[in-house]
């Protein structure tokens, strides 16, 4: 027996070296392909930037005709419709996960869990489908009357704007809200379950309620756990294409702030566009990829960061 | 609980879609004259090969029939086609990644040289009509003058009882609708033709010149597609919008009668969009513009989309069966275009790309 195992733990040196090269080829590859991909979107980019310069992301004008490539109103539409999803989905997430760890009781949590994630894995252009036949119709009337109850407050007047579409800046960020729920809310979660029972009961033992506990003990000790959930989603809804592009309204130079007007977004022209586009054109959507790729590389960098702090404070508390 | 019901019913409804535009093109195929089935080359029936083409989604539909008519004749040719647009069969014949491209458009000259396969052959298969359909209760028939259609697309007309718009139809009773435009989300051959049409026939009026896209005014609808742009005008009173004339019909839309070169309104059939094609001038290498073409009969809104292989082909079972596949296309494939609502090619051009056959040189 001692031979045996002495012989296994021979063969494992063996597969221990096979072991190591393999994930260390794989770890390679993640950073070979990351890089390969910014090499080749900013080589392709590079004909556009030339002709335009900074200009790309300064300029309106979106033109095939006049080869006038300016970003401005799609990286506009991109960042509006994310926010605009970020706030109307983080209550909700919030909310949603709070009453699932905290208040729902036993029998209702499991099943609970269960839609959301299954909400999770719904493909985003059956969204975007039930966005444009549904949604963008029926809320057009709700824009209206929402539109007529605030036209007399200053700016809130302004984004809930005059003359609305049904196909908008602001459907198109309730559709994102409603594809980044999920998301958000699975892993606030997991996070907020990660508060130690002790801290709870210690809040609970000193006569707190439900809602001073949470406040008290829950939410501070997931803080940065929870911005880290939203940023990801920010980078989820900044990404999407194909719902964005069916309900966003494709309309050019639009950088205002109402909400209820047509835009564009970055992924949503490039998809647009991509098949007839020539030459220029096709840099100039190459050069939307890589700003697109670059926010969303900031938005999951920082991401991380604020995990990485959290973690390390949630350990100190803890401790 | 709610959203697996309403994911559910979606589901439901884009496979009832699917299924129900499956069946016009089966019915389509069904069509497929019997002389298809005998063989009609001169050539050897061709040995097993398999074709690749992509492109122009313009005549996706007529190369779907067509090659299920073709391959069921030639049962060793497989021929695979996908769409993805005019620019993408362009790039990916140049890039010799198909054996095939389908092309609304011809390569531009100073792309020529890129191309790692040497000369090409531009072989026309089908005409087409772009229509200018409107959703307006109470006008049963409507006229349009270029000018006129370049205004309501630019917003200068935004009523539909608008003098310039009662000048083109005098004794209809117009009522005072908004005007609502729809036009195409996406860049399209279809948005090319039609911009093409009004920076030809109403250049001192249209000023957002021409191309796969253009720039829209704001205050216009957009659309997915020929299908998005027709369900807008379906779905919305006072709507005006380019489409397809398949579309345009599939959705059972009211389309206008457009004044032409010869200064004649003509309503957009697959005839008149053949007649475009008799009265155009074609250069040697059958490159030609089906828009604002001259005569009576002419639709002036049409467009053409061309098969593009290169001269030159180097396998001899692909080069057998591409030749046969084309001269399938030019002769019984166009029996199969009038169920499809394209135009066949008139005969001049027809016979012109058959003796064009001849320059496909084969190893």
């Given amino acids: ?319 | 609980m709610t959203p697996l019901v309403r994911n559910s019913l979606l589901i439901g409804a884009v496979a009832l879609t699917t299924m129900a535009s499956c069946k016009k093109k089966e019915e389509a195929g069904k069509t497929d004259p019997a002389g298809s089935a005998a063989p009609t080359t001169a050539e050897a029936s061709p040995s097993a090969a398999t074709l690749n083409g992509s492109g122009s989604t313009f005549m996706k539909a007529f190369q779907e029939v067509a090659i299920e008519g073709f391959t069921k004749a030639n049962t060793g040719v497989k021929i695979n086609y996908g769409g993805g647009g005019s620019g993408k069969g362009r790039q990916d014949l140049s890039d010799q990644v198909v054996d095939f491209a389908g092309s609304d458009s011809p390569f531009k000259d100073a792309d020529l040289a890129k191309n790692k396969g040497g000369d090409l052959l531009y072989f026309p298969v089908v005409l087409g009509a772009v229509t200018v359909s409107y959703n307006v209760e109470g006008v049963s028939k409507l006229q349009l003058a270029p000018e006129t259609i370049a205004k309501i697309f630019q917003r200068d007309i935004k009523k539909w009882d608008d003098a310039a718009i009662a000048a083109d139809n005098p004794g209809v009773k117009l009522p005072a609708t908004e005007i609502v435009v729809a036009r195409r989300a996406d860049g399209s051959g279809t948005t090319d033709i039609f911009t093409k049409f009004l920076n030809g026939a109403a250049p001192s009026v249209w000023k957002l010149k021409s191309g796969s896209t253009v720039e829209w005014p704001a205050d216009t609808q957009a659309g997915q597609g020929n299908s998005g742009v027709a369900q807008v005008v379906k779905s919305t009173p006072g709507a005006i919008g380019y489409v397809d004339l398949s579309d345009a019909k599939a959705t059972a839309l009211s389309y206008a009668w457009i004044k032409n070169a010869s200064g004649a309104y003509v309503e957009p059939t697959t005839a008149s969009a053949s007649a475009a094609g008799d009265g155009i001038e074609v250069k040697d290498n059958l490159v030609f513009s089906a828009v604002n073409a001259k005569g009576d009969a002419a639709y002036p809104i049409s467009g053409q989309s061309w098969v593009i292989v290169y001269t030159k082909q180097t396998d001899k079972a692909k080069g057998e069966a591409l030749k046969a596949y084309l001269r399938y296309m030019l002769t019984d494939g166009q029996g199969l275009l009038a169920e499809l609502d394209f135009a066949p090619l008139p005969k001049s051009l027809q016979d012109k790309a058959l003796a064009q056959l001849d320059k496909l040189q084969l190893p």
Avoid: C
């Fill in chain 1, 1 to 319: 027996m001692a031979k045996d195992a002495l012989e296994l733990q021979g063969t494992g040196g063996g597969a221990d070296q096979a072991f190591r090269w393999g994930v260390r080829a794989a770890a390679a590859m993640v950073l070979v392909v990351l890089a390969m991909v910014a090499l080749s979107m900013t080589s392709r980019s590079g004909d556009v930037l030339g002709v335009m310069g900074l200009d790309f992301f300064g300029s309106r004008r979106w033109s095939e005709a006049d080869e006038l490539y300016g970003a401005l109103p799609f990286l506009w539409g991109t960042l509006y419709t994310a926010v605009i999803a970020i706030v109307l989905a983080v209550p909700v997430s919030l909310g949603v996960a709070l009453f699932v760890t905290q208040v729902a009781p036993p029998w209702l949590k499991k099943p609970m869990i269960y839609v959301l994630d299954l909400l999770a894995v719904v493909p985003s252009v059956v969204f975007g489908l039930w966005g444009v036949m549904v949604l963008s119709g029926e809320l057009r009337e709700v824009y209206l009357v929402m539109h007529r109850a605030v036209d007399w407050i200053p700016v809130l007047g302004d984004i809930l704007g005059p003359s609305p579409q049904g196909r908008s800046f602001m459907t198109a960020g309730v559709i994102l809200a409603i594809m980044i729920t999920p998301i958000i809310t699975s892993l606030s979660r997991e996070v907020i379950e990660t508060t130690p029972p002790g801290d709870k009961e210690a809040a609970l033992a000193l006569g707190a309620t439900r809602w001073e506990m949470i406040r008290a003990s829950v939410l501070p000790h997931s803080k940065g756990g929870l911005v880290a959930a939203v940023m990801l989603g920010l980078g989820r809804a900044m990404g999407e294409t194909i719902a964005a592009a069916l309900v966003i309204g494709s309309a050019l130079g639009q950088t205002g702030i109402n909400a209820f007007a047509s835009g564009n977004s970055m992924p949503a022209v490039i998809a647009n566009e991509w098949g007839e586009a020539n030459d220029l054109h096709k840099s100039a959507l190459v050069a939307l990829a890589m700003t697109l790729f670059l926010l969303t590389i900031v938005i999951n960098l920082s991401a991380s960061a604020i995990v990485r702090r959290s973690m390390v404070r949630g350990r100190g508390a803890s401790t």
